[in-house]
């Protein structure tokens, strides 16, 4: 019963430096050795319900999942997030959901190949210019990644709008660092509705987002054409005009069929509500590709001889041409390999978090309504009972066989969630990571700056403290 398992776990407390990964990987294995898979743990004044079981994962996502929701997020997070795909729930997250899966199609992103390897060069490029005579040169890689994956999700979001879409993001992406101060003030209470300087700056930047966003929606409506976009090598379409087109096909059905319009407004998206989206994937979609692709790089830098492997599987695969086609990405299953152990050994969302709708059984546990239940997907990529003993090595091997095949449990690997509330931006976040490395692999070796300090920091995602500085050797 669940109140027995919280008066076990109310005796533990964390240490301070709870944030540092392998402290925080050391309590959950020692908390599992002595309560099971499943046991309590208190954040703050909340209780929550562990569960680190694949065969009860299986349950939350998949086969009991219309038990299951995702919990509300704290005001500040929410507001940063939008309210949009993330945190939606019930009907409206699966009508969103149904009109924004076609954008995120693999064939539709393969399109943005050559747009992403533009943004990509322009990188690289500079990273040759700040190089000495000898072609050596050290990177703080996180940063330059965070700005890659900014523009990228930029592009992918607006297109043919980079411009202002771009100015738009760049205000989102301020407003979440007065935000990200302000949440560390949560303690104040009422702080977020305080005139405070800072307040009013983060204030101001949401209107200004939203005003801008309005604008470029209603510019993109007028001169966004009735008719439903044919696909081409040409206009790849972009976020923003796959979900207008979804609202005037929507429309231009009703002109058609005469149906009634309870039916329209409850089967297209309102400005509004793209506005929310349009926040929602610059949130989801920046930070975690940056961090998939700096651990990566820190990974390979560590492990020169895999470093080697995936150099000499690129240049065989793409030969002359400086930037990957779409065939040549399909066929780099070595860096595939070496992405998923990446996933699996420094997931960038360290957990999901959901709460039981109604009361519910779940393997030997009854869990009354309202329970709070997270899954610690870092502990559960870390558990030598489902990985080996080598669980800690990075090893892409394991992943030969693909991902279902690698852990003794499918269930074990879980970097982009499961079941129908997986991540939409798996496809883009796996695209852009094998097309950033291989172009990098193509052009640089590299290596760990003796700068660097080893210190995997949870902060909503998983970071490297102390950055991430590489040292890079021209080709
Ligand atoms: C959901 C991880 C990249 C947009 C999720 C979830 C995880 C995740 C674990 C499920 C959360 C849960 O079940 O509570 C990641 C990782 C990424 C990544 C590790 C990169 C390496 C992206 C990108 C985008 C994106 C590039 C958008 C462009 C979303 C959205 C959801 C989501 C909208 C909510 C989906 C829904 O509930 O329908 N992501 N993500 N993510 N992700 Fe990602």
Known sequence: ELSSLMSKASSQT??????????????YHHWKKIYGASFVVWFGHTARLTVADPVLIRDIFITKSEYFEKNESPPLVKKLEGDGLLSLKGE???????ILTPTFHIENLKLMIPMMGNSMGKMLQEWSKMSSNDG??????SEWFQNLAEDVITRTAFGSSYEDGRAI????????????EAYQK?????????????NRISWRLDKEIRKSLMK?????????SIDEGVLSEECPNDLLELMIKARLKETRDHHHLHTNTSLISSSTLTVHEIVEECKTIFFAGKHTTSNLLTWTTVLLAMHPRWQELAR????????????????????????????????RLYPPAVAAI???????????????RGTELLIPIVAVHHDPELWGHDVNDFNPVRFARGVGHAARHSMAFLPFGLGSRRCIGQNLAILQAKLAIAMILQRFTFDLSPNYQHAPNVQMLLYPQHGAPILFQKL
Request: hydrophobic share 40%.
């Open 186 to 198: 949560v303690f104040i209470p009422g702080y977020r509705f305080l005139p405070t300087k800072k």
């Open 216 to 224: 470029l929606i209603e510019k993109r409506r007028r001169n966004s």
């Open 354 to 368: 959901r709460r039981a709708k109604v009361d519910v059984q779940l393997g030997e546990l009854s869990i009354p």
């Open 14 to 27: 964390m240490p301070l430096s709870h944030n540092i990964l392998p402290r925080v990987l050391s309590f």
């Open 169 to 180: 993001y760049q205000l989102q992406a301020q407003q979440m660092v007065h935000a990200t």
């Open 312 to 343: 000499e599987e690129v240049l065989r695969v793409c030969g002359a041409r400086d930037t990957p086609t779409k065939d040549d990405i399909a066929k780099l299953k070595t860096l595939g390999m070496i992405l998923n152990e990446s996933l």
């Open 92 to 98: 409206k997250w699966a009508h969103h959901r149904k």
């Open 136 to 141: 050596k040169v050290e990177i703080e890689v």
